[in-house]
């Protein structure tokens, strides 16, 4: 069946009424619960699983998988209003979303948030239509070797989320790989760096370090401004409440970005949304015209990573209806929903089920619009938070990330380690050491480790297998152009004022 | 009323009120804790929501049974949280293989599950299939035993953490005919089918429902089965043991656990309970969609089979060249 | 261009926290030693720490350098004690609500932390700060035991 009778047929089944309401409960169940810190769309999806063992198939998995891009949408929310991160793959999108929402622009940037998702989410659907089983064979051909050379150029990006200092950024991204070797070493079983805690063995949870840096740490320095007696600018009128004409232009590359790194990124089984946002906001800030504008609160570093999050799932669909092989825990999820309905995903489904798969498509198309349609108009709602006065606002904000935290980890003991890495936060901040590196340095630490083990391992111990492959010694190269960047341009400077002086 | 007559009533009073007691039977006061030491969604998870759904539809129990979740540090947070409830006979606990593992080489984990808890039952012991990539020139495990011994270390396997079921496996075949091959470990399960489906590893062992799929669509090649018996649907499969090599006996062992120091009667409640719950046709249609197998076992029995099993993975393990703690 | 004097680099914030990481970075090659940096198979558990250990020890001595060698412009205000006080404070208080939180269970340590804090931060009339932390701790309550099924914390009291 091809593409273009495919997607009839699966318009057929999604435009069924039933099927729009799955899709429409689906998404909005995702939307909540990606505005709800501390409660993932995996942890949902298992949870409806019994209830959607006697529905049809294709009806099913419409709902489910309206959760699981639904929840991007969400997750942005409280990102911006609070910046506090609603999942981990929205983490970026409080760098410069949050700053927006204090400069007055809370609306703006929700709004250039969903559209971005929406842009990016088409995007994903419409590449997995028409490329999903080439673009699985790509997939298969990353090794370790390649992983590799992808995380080492996602940290190269450091050396562009730096601001003032590298030193002090690199030093930050040291710090986060530290971080992120914390608990068991997967091939020797080795616990490393535990302090003696057994609930470190898992290692450290994303959301506690991200919370504590990010959330605690900006109430913290708020306090310390005296800001607490000064209430947030929040627009007037429904037209400040959306991005402008202005705001949205300077998205366009943005869009685009976001879109591919995110789908491409979410193809491949090891990496995820969360990486993918930070490369597209990294890449973005690389090819702007005003760097140094990046963290202060422009459109731009909104639409990239929000984007990339939603791309990510289309990608992240691949994979799993091609080959059968999940993304994360979501994706792991919805196959084994997939299995216990009889469906069986892998090399046979697009032929066996067609119904399932065309339908899970075409439903993407329509809960993507459903979706930015439920989204715009709650925009002004959503920014009313903000004119909460603050000494409610600070409270909240400290209350979510309490629960928050609990919901996800299930223990009292990760709320002291939130409250330390709001701790840290704030001295970081004080001496002027980036918090981005941090957490990029903590996101891409494990994956980067067992990658190049890994690919020892695989090697016996030969480096030079890094370079043999094309595709990582294209990236490698690609990184340590980056990392050079900032010394070429020194050394520009220096040579252009010998020349003027001698001149 | 006299002194002797009095004593006689209150020794009677005793006496009855203690043969109450005796017979009284365990019943649930409240909500079961079912504790898991996966997130939502995570496979023991979706094991336990689908005995609680079980117990559900079919009213086994007077009282709801609910799921929580204590993900962290592999098993150490569930074991934690278990031994954390002595005495508590509303909280019960699903064990996996890692409950056993974990203790034998972490320091931090400081509960074993046969020494600290009360093992209530066992479900299911789980086989596994070792595969091949459909095009490889590889045809059954004499095959490639020889290559491996040919060029030693140059074979590669994909799998999970060093502790993990697979490697266990590995490790005895690797002693048993003196070949060695490399193990690499992948932190996710999709991660280490990728791997042999785009050639960067030449085996894995993984479950059936992962591998099914795969060879219906002739990507993968089964070249034997980790079960003492063939496995139903895989006929023509051959066992380790049909092969000549030990190893059959390292299943994925699955069941219940209770908090230590938990009353005889409650154990008693649980295992029939379970035992219920097993010959239920969801159960049975459960263990044949995922080609599980395993007689149900009650406490006794439970607890024999696990000290045992502990102990096999313990010398495993030690001869393997970890560092085993307990 | 004159260097900083010495004293008062040696009180700087960058020269502080070159040492802490260069503690960290020989902390971290200390603590891995131990365990294998390779091993017969690959890099073993020690190989990655080691080399960003290493890292850190380099660059963390690079910025001690850089602060004593360098003149530094912008020395970065001083601080003022009674604002960042009023932070740390925060921060003590919040820790502490979350150390009570076990023993007294989310509702008493977060609206005992909430009242606390809006009274004395945000100097608010008593009334406001109570109606404030119950508000809070209310909304919780409802949305995320109650609506969700996620339990908080429950304290000795069993709430």
């Known amino acids: ?503 | 009323m006299s002194k002797r007559t009095l004593l006689a009533a209150m020794f009677a009073a005793i006496g009855a009120f203690a043969a109450t007691t005796a017979q009284a039977e365990f019943k649930p006061s409240g909500p079961i804790d079912f504790v898991v030491h996966g997130g939502p969604g995570s496979g023991n998870d979706v094991t336990a929501r689908t005995l609680a759904t079980i117990i559900e539809a079919e009213k086994l129990a007077p009282v709801r049974v609910q799921v929580v979740n204590k993900p962290g540090g592999g098993s150490t947070s569930a074991a934690n949280y278990i031994y954390s409830k002595k005495g508590d006979n509303q909280v019960i606990g699903l064990y996996t293989n890692i409950w056993l593992t974990d203790p034998l080489v972490q320091e931090a984990a400081t509960h074993r599950l046969v020494t600290d808890m009360t093992p209530i039952a066992r479900l299911t012991m789980e086989p596994a299939l070792i595969v091949v990539r459909a095009d490889s020139p590889i045809k059954s495990m004499q095959d490639f035993i020889k290559m491996a011994k040919e060029k030693p270390g140059q074979m590669k396997e994909s799998g999970g953490s060093i502790t993990s079921r697979e490697n266990v496996v590995r490790q005895i075949i690797q002693k048993a005919t003196g070949a060695h091959w490399a193990f690499i470990s992948f932190p996710s399960g999709g991660r280490r089918l990728a791997a042999l489906l785009g050639g960067h590893v030449d085996m894995m062992i993984l479950e059936p429902s992962e591998a099914s799929e795969q060879v219906r669509g002739g990507k993968l090649r089964i070249i034997a089965s980790v079960s003492e018996k063939r496995l139903p649907g895989f006929g023509d499969v051959p066992t380790l043991k049909d092969s000549g090599l030990p190893g059959d006996d390292v299943v994925q062992a699955r069941g219940v656990v209770g908090t230590p120091g938990m009353s005889a009667d409650a154990v008693a409640y649980y295992t029939d309970l379970l035992r219920r719950t097993t010959q239920t046709k969801e159960w049975k249609k459960y263990l044949d969609e995922n080609s599980f197998g395993g007689d149900f076992l009650g406490p006794k029995e439970t607890k024999e089979f696990l000290t045992t099993y502990e102990g096999k993975i313990r010398n495993t393990l030690k001869e393997a060249g970890l560092k085993v703690v307990r | 261009m004159e260097a900083l004097p010495i004293k008062n680099a040696l009180r700087s914030g960058d020269f502080i926290s070159g040492v802490v990481l260069t503690a960290l970075g020989i902390f971290i090659i200390v603590e891995s030693s131990g365990w294998g940096y390779s091993s017969p198979d690959g890099p073993g558990p020690a190989f990655f720490p080691f080399w960003y250990g290493v890292g850190m020890i380099v660059l963390s001595l690079a910025l001690i350098g850089s602060t004593l060698l360098r003149p530094t412009f912008n020395a970065g205000k001083p601080i003022d004690w009674p604002m960042t006080g009023r932070a740390l404070g925060t921060w003590a208080a919040f820790a502490l609500s979350i150390a009570l939180m076990a023993p007294l269970g989310f509702i008493i340590s977060f609206t005992l932390f909430t009242f606390l804090f809006v009274l004395i931060i945000f100097r608010q009339p008593v009334l406001t700060a109570a109606l404030t932390a119950m508000f809070c701790t209310l909304g919780f309550e409802i949305i995320f035991p109650w609506a969700l099924g996620l339990q908080l914390p429950v304290g000795i009291f069993g709430f």
């Open chain 1, 1 to 503: 069946m091809d593409v273009l009778s495919g997607l009839a047929h699966g318009f057929s089944v999604a435009l069924q009424l039933n099927n729009l309401g799955w899709c429409f409960l689906g998404c909005f169940l995702g939307t909540v619960v990606g505005i709800l810190p501390g409660l993932g769309p995996a942890a949902t999806i298992a949870m409806l699983i019994p209830l959607t063992l006697k529905m049809d198939p294709a009806s099913g998995i419409i709902m489910l998988a309206g959760i699981y891009y639904g929840a991007k949408y969400g997750g942005s929310t409280t990102s911006i209003l609070l910046n506090i991160p609603g999942e981990s793959s929205s983490v970026a999108t409080c760098i410069d979303g949050y700053q927006m929402a204090r400069k007055g622009r809370a609306g703006a940037a929700l709004g250039i948030a969903a559209i971005a998702s929406f842009i990016a989410g088409t995007f994903g659907v419409v590449a997995l239509s028409l490329m999903a089983p080439p673009v699985a064979a790509f997939a298969l051909s990353f090794n370790s070797q390649e992983y590799f050379a992808l995380m080492v150029l996602g940290l190269a990006l450091v050396v562009l989320l730096s601001g003032e200092s590298l030193l002090k950024g690199l030093l930050a991204l040291l710090v986060g790989l530290w971080l992120a070797s914390i608990g068991t070493d997967l091939f020797s079983a080795q616990a490393r760096f535990i302090f003696g805690q057994s609930e470190l063995l898992g290692g450290l949870d994303f959301t506690v370090v991200a919370i504590g840096v990010f959330a605690i740490a900006e109430v913290m320095a708020s306090i310390e401004d005296g800001e607490e007696s000064q209430i947030l600018p929040v627009p007037k009128g429904i037209l400040n409440l959306l991005p402008n004409w202005q705001e949205l232009k300077a998205c366009r590359f943005a869009f685009f970005n976001g879109s591919v790194v995110g789908f491409i990124l979410g193809v491949l089984p090891g990496a995820g949304a969360t990486i993918a946002s930070f490369v597209s906001y990294g890449l973005e800030k690389a090819v702007s015209r005003h760097p140094e504008k990046f963290g202060t609160g422009v459109p731009e570093g909104v639409a990239a990573p929000e984007g990339a999050n939603n791309a990510d799932t289309g990608g992240a669909l691949v994979p799993l209806l091609t080959l059968g092989i999940p993304n994360g825990a979501s994706t792991a999820i919805m196959l084994s929903a997939l299995v216990l309905w009889g469906v069986r995903p892998g090399p046979m489904m697009i032929q066996e089920s067609p119904t399932v798969f065309w339908g899970l498509v075409a439903s993407m198309y329509i809960g993507n619009a459903m979706l930015i349609i439920l989204n715009l108009p709650l925009v002004p709602l959503f920014a009313q938070i903000l004119r909460l006065p603050v000494h409610m606002l600070f409270p909240l904000i400290f209350g979510v990330s309490m629960v928050g935290v609990y919901a996800a980890t299930g223990n009292v003991f990760n709320l002291g380690l939130l409250s330390l890495f709001g701790l840290l936060g704030f001295v970081m901040r004080k001496l002027k050491f980036p918090a981005t590196p941090l957490l990029l340095g903590f996101v891409l630490g494990d994956s980067m480790e067992q990658a190049l083990r890994q690919s020892l391992m695989m090697s016996q111990g030969d480096p030079l297998t890094f370079v043999e492959r094309p595709m990582s010694a294209i990236m490698l190269a690609l990184a340590v152009i980056i990392l050079i960047s900032p010394l070429l341009g020194r050394l520009n400077r220096a040579r252009l004022r010998a020349i003027t002086e001698n001149g």
